[in-house]
């Protein structure tokens, strides 16, 4: 019985090991290797032209950006032909310029980090509850640890009549996503977790106007879009059709219509890979732009919120990965249904970064730019170990069957040794 009791305790103990090991290397990416051991950006962008062209089906747009300088390039379409200038809608990336208009405010002294978000606040209350309301900083909406549990996810509204206004949907979204309750809350204390909530970027684009007594739409463009030079970036749906949206499809491959969206801040913004290079380019070491301070700037970078013990988030922007310079790989990315996909990352220490931007997939942006991360800094970034989260535990799943296997196997050996010794 003792034999039988060791065996099984060090079987048990292999097992855990070996899961241990296997999710220490997957992370730390010892599975994978770069798409070119080449640094040539040419090379990159040539290795995703060819997955591009064999798993992907409808618009993609892409461009990188080098030491502050746009490098290359890379476009295909389905239908109407794209490139850097075509204007996509970008879901959830949007909340990263959001959050420069909501530090803009800051920067200028109309609105404190860490103040209540209600002090600001003219049109809507956040209801009360068990929680105290006052722990819903602007600091922690931004960095998703304020608190709310609305896990917002907008489908969009087909019609313009359809379309809510901010107070209604903070109070009721009438297009939350499947399995979303759509109402913004407090659902735990603010401060003692991160919990992504799409219902607080809506709550600061409520902020931002009520703050700054403009439009949401007319204060980031005046305040954030044009000093940056992007011309064709906008919160306006009229003005993005204006220009020309590229066409948005779905899985099969087939066309489908744009949606309208209360959630602008959240989810709404339309702009190109070119612009978003430009927004990148604005934040390299040695650019000069007119938006935020430096010290701003480097502030957002600082982890405000952590996950299995990871740095994840800062003011706004994502935290992919460590980038060898005391700081992180920063970004974000987006995804909306039926298969709008975004991303974009920047190493703000070297001014190297990556625009992703396309629809045809629900998740193929996200993967070329955890490409990039790992080409540029050996690294596997926060989304990728996620995407491949159900291969690493297959992998560890099938070494502790067999490991249990030949534990048993073992423990049977010996214990018929044992019997024959009696």
């Known amino acids: 019985m003792t034999t039988i009791i060791r065996t099984g305790a060090a079987t048990l103990g292999a097992m855990v090991v070996w899961s241990l090991v296997v999710l220490f290397a997957a992370n730390e990416g010892w599975f994978k290797t770069p798409l070119t051991p080449s640094s040539s950006p040419e090379r990159f962008i040539a290795e995703v032209a060819q997955i591009e062209k064999t798993e992907h089906r409808g618009n ?3 461009l990188l950006v080098e030491n502050g300088q746009i490098v290359g390039e890379y476009h295909a379409s389905l239908g109407q032909k794209v490139d850097h200038d075509s204007v996509f809608q970008v879901a959830s990336l949007s909340k990263w310029l959001t959050a420069w208009g909501v530090m803009t405010l800051v920067d200028d002294g109309v609105v404190d980090l860490d103040a209540p978000v209600a002090d600001y606040l003219k049109r809507w209350r956040i209801p009360s509850g068990e929680f105290d309301t006052d722990g819903v900083t602007v600091r922690r909406l931004l960095s998703h640890t304020a608190g709310l549990d609305d896990g917002l996810g ?5 019609n313009r009549d359809e379309v809510q206004t901010l107070a209604d949907s903070l109070t009721q979204a009438a297009d939350a996503s499947e399995g979303k309750s759509g109402m913004v809350r407090v659902g735990h204390e603010p401060g003692s977790k991160w919990q992504y909530s799409g219902g607080g970027y809506t709550l600061l684009q409520l902020l931002i106007e009520d703050a700054s007594g403009e439009t949401f739409t007319e204060y980031m463009k005046r305040r954030v879009f044009d000093p940056l030079r992007m011309t064709r970036t906008s919160f306006d749906f009229d003005r993005a059709a204006e220009l020309g949206l590229a066409e948005n499809f779905d899985t099969a491959g087939v066309p489908i219509p744009f949606r309208r969206y209360t959630a602008l801040a959240a989810t709404s913004l339309f702009t190109t890979t070119r612009d978003i290079g430009l927004f990148l380019m604005a934040q390299a070491p040695e650019a000069s732009q007119p938006v935020l301070s430096k010290e701003t700037l480097a502030a957002m ?4 919120a952590q996950s299995t013990g990871a740095d994840i988030w800062g003011i706004g922007p994502m935290l992919f990965a460590p980038n060898d310079h005391d700081g992180f790989i920063i970004g974000h990315d987006g995804n909306n249904e039926p298969s709008i ?7 703000p220490a070297t001014g190297d970064g990556i625009v ?8 193929f942006a996200t993967r070329i730019a955890g490409e990039w991360v790992f080409w540029k800094t050996g690294r596997i970034d926060n989304l990728a170990f996620v995407m491949g989260l159900e291969d690493t535990i297959f992998l560890a799943a099938v070494g502790s069957i067999l490991i249990l296997i030949v534990g048993a196997a073992w423990a049977s050996v010996k214990r018929k040794k044992n019997r024959v010794q009696h």
Not at 154 to 158: E, H, N, P, T
Not at 301 to 304: A, F, L, R
Not at 356 to 363: D, I, K
């Open 154 to 158: 907008y489908s969009g509204f087909a």
């Open 356 to 363: 992703v931007f396309e629809t045809g997939s629900p998740l």
């Open 341 to 347: 996909n975004t991303a974009a990352r920047l190493n």
């Open 60 to 62: 993609f747009s892409m």
């Open 301 to 304: 970078q600082v982890p405000q």
